[in-house]
């Protein structure tokens, strides 16, 4: 099965990205202290929110776990955690 382009469709990479950065901002986390929290490299953190880089999907979990939400909220374009 072919997937078709579409000019809406957002990369799950941004989405990831937007998540990640906004869940360690409400948190008021520097990027050193969630990698310390997380067990990575602060330079790691950076791409990540960039999106200059994917995470594992072992990676996924491990933030969400930081956070406390589930990992599959991670990727979705409005996560359970903003909707309130």
């Known amino acids: 099965m072919r997937l078709l382009y579409t000019p809406h ?12 950065r906004r869940l360690r901002a409400e948190r008021e986390l520097s ?12 330079t790691y953190v950076s791409q990540l929110e960039r999106g200059m880089c ?8 491990k933030l969400a776990d930081a956070f406390g ?3 599959a909220s991670m990727l979705e374009r ?7």
């Open 78 to 84: 409005k996560p359970y955690w903003l909707k309130k």
């Open 69 to 71: 939400v589930e990992p």
């Open 31 to 42: 990027q050193d202290r969630l990698a310390q929290r997380v067990g990575m490299d602060r």
């Open 54 to 61: 994917g995470a594992t999907i072992d990676m996924v979990a």
């Open 9 to 20: 469709r957002v990369n799950i990479r941004t989405i990831f990205a937007q998540n990640l």
